[in-house]
C-alpha cells in the first residue's frame, strides 16, 4: 500500500498547522504581555485547569511515545504501559503533596526550589544538569523519531527536511512564551487524541478483516488477544536458565517486580513532581486551578497507552501473521501501521504525530530557557538584567538549544536508532533521577536535611547510578544480593537499568541521612508544613477515587 500522503491528506494536515499557527497568533497578540519575563515563562496565573492539563500531556506524549513505546509494544507488549498508568497514579501524589510545597513557598523553577531550600551553588549545579539533559537527551530523541516517523509516513527520503521543519515549527510557538504553548496545547491535544484514536480504530479493523473476523474493531482486539497472549501482561517473567534472548531483552527493560517495587516509582516521581518541563505548568496558578489541572492530565493518562502502545501490538500481530512489513526495527513499527490507513486518514495521523512532536519540542525549549534566564543568567550573569533583556535571552536561548539538538541528531550521533528511542530517554534520565528526586523528597518532607547533603546526593545519585549501570558487573560479578545481571545482545551482562535505579536511590538517601544527621536537627530553610495544605476538596476526591478505580480494573484485568 502506498505509504506517501494524497492530497486529501496533506490538506488535513494543513488545516492543522494553520488553526494552530492563527490561534497561537492570536493569544500572543491579544493575551500575552510580551515584554514580562514571568509571563513569558511561566503564563503566571492565566491557564485554566483544563489547559494546564492538556498542556501536560501534549508536553509529555510525543515521537518518545508514539514511536518509541509502540515500538516497545510491538517487542514486549503491554508491560510497557506501566509507564503510563504508574505515571497517572503518581500524578495524584504529585497534586495532593507536592504542589502544595511549590505553591506555597512560591516556586517557580526547579532551581529556585533548590535554592531556597539550600543554597545556591546547588541550584546552580542541577540548572546545568537539567540543561544538558534536555538539550542533549529529551530534545535529540523528540527530534530523532519524530522525523524517523514522519519521513516514513511521507515517502522515506525527508528525513532532515522533516528534522529541520519541526525544529522550526516547535522555535515559533516557543517564542510566544508560555501562555502560547498552554492554549495552543489545548489544540495539539485535542488534535493528539482525536488522531491517535482514529489510528487504533482504523488499524484494529484491518487486523479484524486481514484475519477473516470482520471489520470491527473489537473483533481485531479479539485476534490481539488471540495471536499474542504473551504480549498482553503487566508483569513480565523474571528469566530462568536457558531462556531466550527475547525474553532476557524484555526483562532488561522491564524487570517484573523489581520496576514496581522501586524503580518504576522514583522514575515517574521525579519526572513528573520535579520536573521543569511538567511542573511549570501548574506552578504560576492557584492551588485548585494546578491540582485539578494535574488530575485532569492523570485522567488523560490513562488513555495514552490506548493511542501509544496498543499499535505496537497491533503491528506486531500483523507482521508476524504475514500482513505487515518492516523496514526497520521495532522503532518503525508506528511509522508501517501509518502506512495501513486510507489515505484521507493519513493526514490527520500526520497531524496527530506532529502535534505531539511539535509540542514536547516547545515545552522542553521553554523549559531549557526558563531555567537558562531565571537561574543562571539572571542570578549569575547579569544580576540587573531588564525584563525585556530576560524575555530576549531566553528567545536566544530557545533558538541555539535546538540548533545543538539538530546537529546532534543529524547523524544520529547519540546512538538513539540503535538503543531504542524510548529505552534510550529512560535509561540515561535514570542516571540522575536517584540524587534529583532524593534531594527534593527529603528537602520537602524531612527538616533536618541540610545543603551539605543535598550537594552530597546530587554527585553521589549520578556517580552511583553510572557505577551500577556501567561497572557493578566488572567489580562483583554478574549474581549478588542487591541485582541479578543477564547478557544483553551484545553478550555483555546487564542490571536491569530499573534495578539500577532503585539501589542508587536508596543508597542517595541514606548517604544524606547520615550527612544530615550531623547538622543541626532543624534546617534553618526547612519548609514549614500544615495539615491544611494537604486537605483536599470534594471535587478533587472525585477524580482522585475515579482515576483508582479505572486503575484497578486495568490491573486486575491485564496482569
Not at 502506498?2 to 490561534?23: D, E, M, W
Not at 522533516?162 to 485535542?190: K, P
Request: glycine residues 10%.
Amino acid at each position: 500500500m502506498n505509504s506517501k500522503l494524497s492530497i486529501g491528506g496533506i490538506g488535513v494536515f494543513v488545516i492543522y498547522f494553520i488553526i494552530v499557527a492563527l490561534y497561537g497568533y492570536y493569544v500572543y497578540k491579544k493575551k500575552s504581555k510580551v515584554n514580562d519575563s514571568k509571563n513569558f515563562f511561566l503564563a503566571e496565573g492565566s491557564l485554566t485547569w483544563w489547559a494546564i492539563g492538556a498542556s501536560i500531556i501534549a508536553s509529555n506524549i510525543s515521537a518518545e511515545q508514539f514511536i518509541g513505546m509502540s515500538g516497545e509494544g510491538f517487542f514486549a507488549g503491554i508491560a510497557v504501559a506501566v509507564y503510563e498508568w504508574l505515571g497517572a497514579a503518581v500524578l495524584i501524589l504529585v497534586a495532593v503533596f507536592f504542589m502544595p510545597v511549590y505553591i506555597k513557598n512560591k516556586i517557580y523553577t526547579m532551581p529556585q526550589f533548590l535554592k531556597n531550600r539550600y543554597n545556591g551553588s546547588v541550584a546552580l549545579i542541577m540548572s546545568v544538569f537539567w540543561i544538558f539533559l534536555y538539550v542533549f537527551i529529551n530534545l535529540t530523541s523528540i527530534l530523532y523519531l519524530g522525523a524517523l516517523a514522519i519521513n516514513g509516513l511521507i515517502g522515506g527520503d525527508y528525513f532532515h527536511i522533516v528534522m529541520i521543519c519541526l525544529a522550526v515549527f516547535a522555535i515559533i510557538i516557543t517564542l510566544g512564551g508560555m501562555r502560547v504553548i498552554g492554549y495552543t496545547d489545548v489544540i495539539q491535544v485535542g488534535v493528539l487524541i482525536i488522531g491517535g484514536l482514529a489510528t487504533t480504530y482504523m488499524t484494529l479493523t484491518i487486523v479484524g478483516e486481514k484475519f477473516g473476523v470482520g471489520s470491527e474493531a473489537i473483533a481485531g482486539f479479539k485476534v490481539l488477544l488471540r495471536e499474542a497472549p504473551e504480549h498482553f501482561h503487566l508483569m513480565l517473567a523474571k528469566p530462568k536458565p536457558g531462556a531466550s534472548q527475547v525474553d532476557i531483552n524484555k526483562y532488561l527493560i522491564l524487570p517484573a517486580v523489581g520496576m514496581y517495587a522501586a524503580g518504576q516509582w522514583i522514575s515517574n516521581l521525579n519526572y513528573w513532581g520535579c520536573n521543569q518541563y511538567i511542573t511549570q505548568r501548574a506552578l504560576g496558578a492557584d492551588l485548585q486551578t494546578a491540582r485539578t489541572g494535574i488530575l485532569f492530565a492523570s485522567l488523560l493518562k490513562i488513555l495514552m497507552p490506548v493511542i501509544v502502545m496498543l499499535p505496537g501490538i497491533i503491528a506486531y500481530v500483523l507482521y508476524k501473521g504475514g500482513h505487515l512489513q518492516l523496514t526497520g526495527g521495532k522503532d518503525s513499527a508506528y511509522s508501517a501501521i501509518l502506512s495501513l490507513l486510507p489515505p484521507e486518514l493519513k493526514g490527520l495521523a500526520a497531524a496527530a504525530l506532529t502535534a505531539a512532536i511539535v509540542a514536547s519540542l516547545a515545552g522542553k525549549c521553554n523549559s531549557i530557557s526558563t531555567i537558562f534566564t531565571l537561574d543562571i543568567y539572571k542570578k549569575h550573569i547579569n544580576i540587573q538584567s531588564s525584563e525585556q533583556r530576560m524575555v530576549w535571552t531566553g528567545r536566544i536561548a530557545i533558538v541555539i538549544s535546538m540548533v545543538v539538538a539538530v546537529l546532534f541528531t543529524w547523524n544520529d550521533l547519540l546512538g538513539i536508532g540503535r538503543a531504542g528511542g524510548y529505552t534510550f530517554v529512560q535509561k540515561y534520565t535514570s542516571y540522575i533521577s536517584p540524587g534529583v528526586f532524593a534531594t527534593f523528597i527529603l528537602g520537602m518532607f524531612w527538616k533536618r536535611t541540610n545543603s551539605i547533603a543535598a550537594f552530597t546526593g546530587i554527585i553521589f545519585g549520578f556517580l552511583i547510578s553510572v557505577f551500577f549501570n556501567e561497572f557493578a558487573v566488572k567489580v562483583f560479578g554478574p549474581e549478588t544480593i542487591l541485582y541479578t545481571a543477564f547478557p544483553n545482545m551484545d553478550g555483555i551482562y546487564e542490571i536491569p537499568f530499573f534495578i539500577c535505579l532503585s539501589w542508587s536511590f536508596i543508597i542517595t538517601v541514606l548517604v544524606m541521612v547520615g550527612t544530615s544527621i550531623l547538622g543541626p536537627r532543624i534546617n534553618p530553610k526547612a519548609f514549614e508544613l500544615d495539615a491544611q495544605m494537604f486537605k483536599l476538596k470534594p471535587s478533587s476526591i472525585v477524580l482522585i477515587v475515579s482515576i483508582m478505580l479505572l486503575l484497578i480494573a486495568i490491573y486486575a484485568r491485564f496482569w
